[in-house]
């Protein structure tokens, strides 16, 4: 019995632990690796496990970073279920189909170039087919249910509240006799957010795997996030510019519409010409009208109080075409865009960044974690000339880096949480840049009083679990 950190060790993306109880094999999350060209280059490495021999897949929820590697996954063999919550695989049929297609235009794209010069063609990552293949194997579950999955293996999904359908899973092996409680955080959410209730507080386990992405920082509180949110309109509405959101299609994108809608008059939203300019925003923003059931109790309040639901903005414009968007670039004051991709790796909020980013008057807004060699990393960390598509661009726009929107937990919200377990199991720290885990770890030991129990896994380091 034991379990391999073969993904989101020392690293924030690509999550990915393989259980093995007796002689069943159980996946955790099989994301994508995320990043610089070289990093997400791995995601065409072959799996270091054989996929057919898997027996069951558990996902935590929707984000790439957790569940993009699922289509290879099939394609390598994976014949077995996926188990996740059913908000979770309704925005899986949205973002691996999205991903699929992207994958199959950016290799177009490198083709295209390639056959100029007589070189072989190369794949892409995976296709829109190979999304619906893993697609078909997903299993919806509920929050709260137990769950005989395999032979010595029992799951249970908890409300994480980091995304819709976002799970914390709770894992009960069993192996001549001896049984082992694992608990996997996934990405736990920032407390009294938007829209989702709190994160779930489990109780027991023999070994606690914790994301550790703001291990080593503290959000704002809400209460400043929306003061600064309106500073920011005001400052930009009287300087006469467009805002830029680049903006995650699943979580930051209905938060901020919650929000516009929430403040509306406060915030002089109606002076503003907002676009959602992203196709699979859009979709996603659909399914989180279909799971009302998982808001927490104002976000009910406002979507009954708003006259049909509170993503029902007067001024809104659903951008779907590419015309459409186009079109947008003709304004040069009073456009709210919001558009993807989250971290300016690509999607429609490169063409808007070359239109106005080197415009004194413009604003460009961050609200979501920019990943070391992004394009948004590089503005995030002041950069004063960027390349986009190859062409130099310079900073004119005023950036801001707006922290307390974050839908993961800071280091006060992972401790609290670490604290509602009964004595002190081990844990191990994944899913954070160095920094921050080790940050993370010292304030663990602090707690504690001492270093035992707390385990920093290296990539592909294996545990077994008897001994704890």
């Given at each position: 019995?034991?379990?391999?950190?073969?993904?989101?060790?020392r690293?924030?993306?690509?999550s990915?632990?393989?259980?093995?109880?007796g002689?069943?094999?159980?996946?955790?999350?099989c994301?994508l690796?995320q990043?610089a060209?070289?990093?997400?280059?791995r995601?065409?490495?072959?799996?270091?496990?054989d996929?057919?021999?898997?027996?069951?897949?558990?996902?935590?929820?929707?984000?790439?970073?957790?569940?993009?590697?699922?289509p290879l996954?099939?394609?390598?063999?994976?014949?077995?279920p996926?188990?996740?919550?059913?908000?979770s695989?309704?925005?899986?049929?949205?973002?691996?189909?999205?991903?699929?297609?992207?994958?199959?235009?950016?290799?177009?794209?490198v083709n295209?170039?390639r056959?100029?010069?007589?070189?072989?063609?190369?794949?892409?990552?995976?296709?829109?087919?190979?999304?619906?293949?893993?697609?078909?194997?997903?299993r919806?579950?509920?929050y709260?249910?137990?769950?005989?999955?395999?032979p010595?293996?029992?799951?249970?999904?908890?409300?994480?509240?980091?995304?819709l359908g976002?799970?914390?899973?709770e894992?009960?092996?069993e192996?001549?006799?001896?049984?082992?409680?694992?608990?996997?955080?996934?990405d736990?959410g920032?407390?009294?957010?938007?829209?989702?209730?709190?994160t779930?507080?489990?109780?027991?386990?023999?070994l606690?795997v914790?994301e550790t992405?703001?291990?080593?920082?503290l959000?704002r509180?809400?209460?400043?996030?929306?003061?600064?949110?309106?500073?920011?309109?005001?400052g930009?509405?009287?300087?006469?510019?467009?805002?830029?959101?680049?903006?995650f299609a699943?979580?930051?994108?209905?938060?901020?519409?919650?929000?516009?809608?929430?403040?509306?008059e406060?915030?002089?939203?109606?002076d503003w010409?907002l676009?959602?300019?992203?196709?699979?925003?859009?979709e996603?923003t659909?399914?989180?009208?279909?799971?009302?059931?998982?808001?927490?109790?104002e976000?009910?309040r406002?979507?009954?109080?708003?006259?049909?639901?509170?993503?029902?903005?007067?001024?809104l414009?659903?951008?779907?075409t590419?015309?459409?968007?186009?079109g947008?670039?003709?304004?040069?004051?009073?456009?709210?865009?919001?558009?993807g991709?989250?971290m300016?790796?690509?999607?429609?909020?490169?063409?808007?960044?070359?239109?106005?980013?080197?415009r004194e008057?413009a604003?460009l807004?961050?609200?979501?974690?920019?990943a070391?060699g992004?394009?948004g990393?590089e503005?995030?960390?002041?950069?004063?000339?960027?390349?986009?598509?190859?062409?130099?661009?310079e900073?004119?726009?005023?950036?801001?880096?707006v922290?307390?929107?974050s839908?993961?937990?800071?280091?006060?919200?992972?401790?609290?949480w670490l604290?509602g377990f009964?004595?002190?199991?081990t844990?191990?720290?994944?899913?954070?840049?160095?920094?921050?885990?080790?940050?993370?770890a010292r304030r663990?030991?602090?707690e504690?009083?001492?270093?035992?129990?707390?385990?920093?896994?290296?990539?592909?380091e294996?545990?077994?679990?008897?001994?704890?």
């Amino acid at each position: 019995m034991d379990i391999q950190f073969l993904g989101a060790a020392r690293e924030v993306t690509g999550s990915c632990f393989l259980i093995r109880v007796g002689n069943q094999r159980v996946l955790v999350d099989c994301g994508l690796i995320q990043g610089a060209p070289e990093d997400e280059e791995r995601n065409r490495e072959p799996f270091p496990f054989d996929p057919s021999q898997i027996d069951a897949v558990v996902l935590t929820h929707a984000h790439l970073d957790h569940s993009g590697r699922l289509p290879l996954l099939v394609k390598a063999g994976y014949q077995g279920p996926i188990h996740t919550h059913r908000a979770s695989r309704d925005l899986c049929r949205i973002m691996l189909k999205d991903a699929g297609n992207i994958n199959e235009r950016e290799a177009e794209a490198v083709n295209r170039k390639r056959r100029r010069r007589h070189l072989e063609p190369v794949e892409p990552l995976y296709t829109v087919k190979d999304a619906q293949e893993a697609i078909r194997r997903f299993r919806a579950e509920d929050y709260g249910v137990i769950r005989k999955i395999l032979p010595g293996v029992h799951m249970r999904l908890r409300d994480a509240g980091h995304i819709l359908g976002s799970a914390i899973a709770e894992l009960w092996l069993e192996e001549n006799c001896i049984e082992r409680k694992l608990v996997f955080s996934g990405d736990l959410g920032h407390r009294d957010a938007p829209i989702l209730r709190n994160t779930e507080q489990v109780e027991e386990a023999d070994l606690i795997v914790l994301e550790t992405t703001y291990g080593d920082r503290l959000h704002r509180s809400w209460e400043a996030t929306w003061a600064e949110m309106a500073e920011i309109m005001q400052g930009a509405k009287g300087d006469g510019g467009n805002i830029m959101i680049p903006t995650f299609a699943v979580g930051r994108t209905q938060d901020l519409l919650y929000a516009f809608t929430k403040y509306y008059e406060d915030w002089g939203v109606g002076d503003w010409q907002l676009f959602l300019d992203s196709p699979m925003a859009i979709e996603a923003t659909s399914v989180y009208r279909r799971h009302e059931e998982v808001y927490n109790a104002e976000a009910s309040r406002l979507s009954a109080g708003n006259g049909g639901h509170m993503f029902d903005l007067p001024n809104l414009e659903l951008t779907r075409t590419t015309r459409q968007s186009m079109g947008i670039n003709e304004l040069h004051g009073s456009a709210l865009i919001m558009a993807g991709s989250g971290m300016c790796s690509g999607g429609r909020i490169k063409h808007h960044l070359k239109h106005n980013l080197w415009r004194e008057e413009a604003h460009l807004v961050f609200v979501g974690f920019q990943a070391r060699g992004t394009l948004g990393r590089e503005l995030v960390d002041g950069a004063r000339e960027v390349a986009i598509w190859g062409e130099p661009v310079e900073v004119g726009a005023t950036v801001h880096t707006v922290g307390g929107f974050s839908a993961h937990a800071d280091s006060d919200g992972l401790l609290s949480w670490l604290r509602g377990f009964e004595g002190h199991p081990t844990v191990a720290l994944v899913h954070g840049e160095d920094h921050p885990m080790d940050a993370f770890a010292r304030r663990v030991r602090d707690e504690r009083g001492g270093e035992e129990g707390i385990l920093r896994p290296e990539p592909a380091e294996r545990l077994d679990l008897h001994r704890l």
